[in-house]
């Protein structure tokens, strides 16, 4: 059994470990959650978010978050530890703790490679054919998103994410990964 403690605070963290039948309870200052599964497995599938923003990393999860989005989400800032991370490259090797993503969220703009070099990277990998790629972007440049459905994205979103339109997000994503399956 292993036990994992978050801020009693955090009453969202013991709702979604509630939710996904992890049995909880509050002890003192301290939210504990018990649960006889291994770390690092989990019955929902990994995002991955892709930005060299941390700020913007930080407002896509909370519009997930505001979404009431309860999947696991891994980040990292640039189109090489995106490539590193999807190949299983030093330092995401273990897949029980780096789990291929279910869906990659990817920002345009970065520096090289950028979205786009990452993207048509992914639709040249079978092992990748069937990976659910959102890309991201400040812009609204039509030409962006016309170049991302070219080079085979699933979906295109402008950030900041709507985080009043939470509702509709949730149910976006949530087609995106039934589609993607």
């Given at each position: 059994?292993?036990?994992?403690?978050?801020?009693?605070?955090?009453?969202?963290?013991?709702?979604?470990?509630?939710?996904?039948?992890?049995?909880?309870?509050?002890?003192?200052?301290?939210?504990?959650?018990?649960?006889?599964?291994?770390?690092?497995?989990?019955?929902?599938?990994?995002?991955?978010?892709?930005?060299?923003?941390?700020?913007?990393?930080?407002?896509?999860?909370?519009?997930?978050?505001?979404?009431?989005?309860?999947?696991?989400?891994?980040?990292?800032?640039?189109?090489?530890?995106?490539?590193?991370?999807?190949?299983?490259?030093?330092?995401?090797?273990?897949?029980?703790?780096?789990p291929l993503p279910a869906l990659l969220f990817l920002d345009i703009k970065m520096p090289?490679?950028?979205?786009?070099?990452?993207?048509?990277?992914?639709?040249?990998q079978n092992q990748f054919a069937k990976l659910c790629v959102v890309m991201l972007t400040g812009s609204d440049d039509?030409?962006?998103?016309?170049?991302?459905?070219?080079?085979?994205?699933?979906?295109?979103?402008?950030?900041?994410?709507?985080?009043?339109?939470?509702?509709?997000?949730?149910?976006?994503?949530?087609?995106?990964?039934?589609?993607?399956?």
């Amino acid at each position: 059994m292993y036990v994992f403690v978050a801020a009693a605070a955090e009453t969202v963290a013991l709702q979604r470990w509630a939710i996904l039948g992890y049995r909880t309870y509050i002890a003192g200052l301290c939210v504990c959650v018990q649960s006889t599964r291994l770390p690092g497995l989990t019955t929902l599938p990994l995002m991955l978010v892709v930005d060299d923003d941390q700020n913007d990393v930080t407002l896509v999860k909370r519009a997930f978050d505001r979404a009431g989005l309860t999947n696991p989400i891994q980040s990292v800032t640039s189109g090489a530890e995106a490539l590193s991370y999807l190949q299983g490259d030093h330092p995401y090797s273990d897949r029980t703790q780096y789990p291929l993503p279910a869906l990659l969220f990817l920002d345009i703009k970065m520096p090289p490679p950028d979205g786009f070099d990452v993207l048509r990277w992914i639709r040249h990998q079978n092992q990748f054919a069937k990976l659910c790629v959102v890309m991201l972007t400040g812009s609204d440049d039509i030409r962006d998103a016309n170049l991302a459905y070219r080079l085979g994205a699933d979906s295109f979103l402008v950030k900041p994410l709507d985080f009043w339109n939470a509702t509709e997000l949730m149910e976006s994503l949530q087609r995106l990964l039934k589609r993607c399956e």
